[in-house]
Nanobody
Framework: QLQLVESGGGLVQPGGSLRLSCAAS????????VGWFRQAPGKEREGVSC????????NYADSVKGRFGISRDNAKNTVYLQMNSLKPEDTGIYYC???????????????WGKGTLVTVSS
């Protein structure tokens, strides 16, 4: 069964950190570019970050640059999103998605996870 499973979400205070994981099963994640997306309550889903299949290329939304870091461990079939200096506006459901091919892009994704909830609140 082909699937992506996110984990690591939770409740954190402003200024805190979380690390999200995106684990793939049923396919080799190392053959795919991967993106992280989020959807805040009442808002459209937006791209947060992406990483190329080999990990050499990354990109970030302006709203998270300097605070978030994306990485991957292809031996573990997993991609990570390290989130630091979290703000209330980072609250939302975070999804990972995989796109066939090597590129770091945040469109045309083929597989999606079900998401993990991140809540930033005091």
């Amino acid at each position: 069964q082909l699937q992506l499973v996110e984990s690591g979400g939770g409740l954190v205070q402003p200024g805190g950190s979380l690390r999200l994981s995106c684990a793939a099963s049923g396919f080799t994640l190392g053959n795919y570019g991967v993106g992280w997306f989020r959807q805040a309550p009442g808002k459209e889903r937006e791209g947060v970050s992406c990483i190329s299949s080999g990990g050499g290329s990354t990109n970030y939304a302006d709203s998270v640059k300097g605070r978030f870091g994306i990485s991957r461990d292809n031996a573990k079939n997993t991609v990570y999103l390290q989130m630091n200096s979290l703000k209330p506006e980072d609250t939302g459901i975070y999804y990972c998605a995989a796109r066939s091919g090597p590129l770091c892009v945040m469109y045309g994704m083929k597989y999606w996870g079900k998401g993990t909830l991140v809540t930033v609140s005091s």
